[in-house]
């Protein structure tokens, strides 16, 4: 009702007798009009089903096999095909990728007579981002006989990805080429791609019907353009130049983080796409979430297999994967425009790369104003250093080794904990604000994408809260006498509600893998397909342990495990020995480098910074004391897992990142002489940083790392040797 009532008000003040009403109505039917038209071009509806066609069959070569009907693409693809027992004798069959097929009984033919064909087969209707009901159903009739009928696998496909009597799948299951021919009721001959069935009018009239969800973005999108070219249009020239000069103000207050940003960010972009070309849809592990995304707009949580093979959890016929819906839920407005289904994760990486950065810059920012002033600025080369530390002397350049799902939800987590560990100090610094509103979307956010990162963020929110109700000690209000009591603050109330939905918001993932596996475990082992009963047992069946604290807690803070080797990178990370420590239940030990020597400028920065922070400022201890105890909680469950890996130090980065602010600003707060030695140390931990994490990226890339094409290892194998030449290094 008050959506509703907001607007009606909305649009009865953008009056068509006003200058900015005309223009606002202007601008908002142009873009309706335009973006229906951009999307009636590109929408194929669903096709009947059952499909009423007539097929003429040629005089076959015994033994062929000839598409009818094809769907999807490469190693998603549904195929509908004859196979030729001899002229006049045919077969039909039904295959799906990855699934058995199945074939009916030898059918006779009359050769080159128009004969009516009726097909149902999911294909026809099982459209990613298209609401329709599921369905498993294959019949069909031949000249008015049921040849094939059956529940049968499939793949959901694009919109254009269907083609009759061709199969443009390089391999599959039948040739490229049906002899015979297909044609409409109408008479209109088949051949080739979906375009050949309809014609514009059907393509209006099924988007106008069907694609509902496609209506009502196009609606908001024109509504929300109609409504900013309102406001820009009342605007006057004075106002304009006012916020012209307010943004150039803004700019270059901020002009050292914004060019460090930018070389930062260009180099990721370097390693990411490099590591990922060719882009190809099919690519295995890069279209999980695409997938999950269709999965959620049909209301459902499971996945096709296609969609994660390997890593799929089997439970009542299903497929699922242990991974997060919020990198799924962002791709919701791509999909529902059927934008780039598959081609997204680089994408998404590169801009939550950015948004890392920027949520980091934005977390020192507040740290420095709380700590030396409201009009406090950090010193440039403190910018550009802490810049260079986060975005590539910190695991988060080493993401950039790949893109794929395990990365892209590390990357999401990172981004939406960093965003909310900015509104967590926010509202600890302003308790009566309603920054907790963004902090707890973003730890929740966070949770679904990364669960021992979003765990930080939620556990800083929910300490928070607690600290805010503690702040307030035993004391007398002035001009009170007699013995001092508790006083609460006020609105106490709102914080401990916020305290409970932080813990809220870190159980909403125990409850989306109960409505996926009926178990709060978040991480059923034995419904994972690689995990047979030895395997379940080795580890009791749990993902944590704390016999392995001492272990891990070896690995990823106290023991350097690298190697030095004399050709490039120079710098390797080698796995740590879990029979070193008996009790422990490990299952799977990667080549790992601890964080204080993986990315030394962050840690160290954080380390020294807190440390410096508490002893020397009294009224920042108690946000110190919030943080510390908020990274408690993660780091024993990360210390506590059945497996290691250099991703995974990730999770440690947006603590690392709120610690090493307060180095930052520590340094900024020295003497003059004792300020420019701590700038020297802070750029010599800085540039081994960058080197450290720029080898261990490139050699994972380059060697380690499954499913890298062939072109980047070897270019990564020409680079060992350009470089070692260059040092006069030989290489065997």
Known sequence: MIGAKLIRDTVAKISLRSPAGIWAWAAGLTTLVFLSGFCVHRYYPPLPSPLQMEVSLDRGTPGSIEPLLVTGLPHAADFLQIVYRDETTVAFGYDSWGEPGLWSKPIPISPNVRRPLSIEMPGLSQIRGQLLPETKRLRVVYDGVPVLEAEVASHLRASKSLYFGQNPNDGGFCGPEFSGKLFRPNGRELRGGVVTYFTARDRLVGWLTLARSQQTAVLVLSALLGVCAYRLRRLTRERLRRLGLAARATFFRHRWFAASAAIVWLANAAVLIHGSTPVSYPEALRWFYDYQATSLLHGRLDVPYVAIPGEAYLFEGRHYGYFGITPALLRIPFLVFDIAFGDLTDAFMLAEHLACLIAAYLILRHIDATARGRDAIPAPWTVILFTANVGLGSTLFFLSSRGFLYHESIMCGVFFALASCYCTLRYFATPQRRWWVGALIGGTLSAHARATVGFFALTLLGASALAILLQRRFRVAPGETGVAGWRLPVGWPKHVAIGLLSVVGLLSLNGLSYFKFRTFDAMPFQYNEQYDAARVARIEGKGFHLSNMPLNAEAYLLRPLWKFRPHFPYVYAQGHQPTAFPKARIDQAEPLLGLPFAMPGLFWLAAGGMISAFWRHRALRPALLVLSFAGLPMSIMLLAAVATSQRYSA?????????????????????????????????????AAILISLALTLHYQGELLWGVPDDVAQSYRALRVHVDRLFGIQNH
Do not use: E, I, K, N
């Open 651 to 687: 999770d440690f980065c947006p603590l690392l990142v709120c610690g090493a602010s307060y180095g930052v600003v520590m340094v900024d707060s020295l003497p003059r002489a004792w300020r420019r030695l701590a700038h020297a140390v802070t750029g010599a931990l800085t540039g």
